[in-house]
């Protein structure tokens, strides 16, 4: 069965800075890869999939996130971070081509600091 | 509707009762899922509905959850015999299809079992 991996709860970053959101999957079929995002008080969101094709693929709000098949990881970056990305995300999978359902992560926090 | 709804947003009851949580997922959904959020546990996966197939019900954590959905529409999940361990906002979340495509999610059901 497929699972993620998130390894921080909680990352702290100073505003302007960069972050990296970290996601590690295990499945022993092909994959689609998602990060959802939950800001404070509100629904879970898309802010971006991995389907196929190109292994950078970039969401709303300046992420993007990288699929490497290798390390089995889809890592969620920013390269600036603004007050308004306080929130939880997470990264979730779904097997490709197939109907099952979609696994989450147990997401991180991501805290900016003023 | 225009998006997933929920209700109630907030439920408190005794140990011991039952519960129901609803929800209606947007029309035309065939896919619609349950997830109970906890505190450090993320997104855990409860049950999966897809059009006429049978549920996928390997994520239910004991025989008091049980769900079913009625008209390939509004899905209900029923607790039985409450414990305080069942204390979480309880999510739904639909989708047009599987596989590659957006799950939209409610508000959720805030539970908790006094």
């Not at chain 1, 921080?8 to 302007?16: A, G, I």
Request: with cysteine; proline share 4%; charged share 20%.
């Amino acid at each position: 069965a497929q699972s993620v991996t998130q390894l921080d709860s909680q990352v702290p970053v100073f505003e302007e800075a960069p972050v990296e959101l970290r996601c590690n999957y295990s499945s022993s079929v092909s994959v689609y890869l998602f990060w959802y995002v939950q800001y404070p008080n509100q629904g879970l969101q898309l802010l971006l999939k991995y389907l196929s094709g190109s292994t950078l693929v970039k969401g709303i709000n300046g992420f993007e996130a990288e699929f490497n098949k290798s390390q089995t990881s889809f890592h969620l970056r920013k390269p600036s971070v603004h007050i308004s990305d306080t929130a939880e995300y997470f990264c979730a999978v779904t097997l490709m081509n197939r109907d099952d359902k979609i696994i989450f992560g147990k997401g991180t926090r991501l805290h900016i600091l003023p | 509707g225009a998006g997933v709804s929920q209700s109630p947003s907030n439920k408190v009851t005794e140990k011991g009762k039952d519960v129901e949580l609803r929800c209606d997922p947007i029309s035309g959904h065939t896919a619609l899922y349950w997830y109970r959020q906890s505190l450090g546990q993320g997104l855990e996966f409860l049950i999966y509905f897809q059009g006429n197939s049978a549920p996928d019900k390997s994520g239910l954590p004991s025989d008091r959850f049980s769900a079913e959905r009625t008209g390939g529409s509004v899905s209900t999940l029923t607790i039985q015999r409450t414990q305080q361990e069942d204390s979480a906002v309880y999510l739904c979340a639909s989708s047009l299809a599987t596989g590659n495509t957006e799950a939209f999610f409610g508000q959720g059901t805030r539970l908790t079992v006094v």
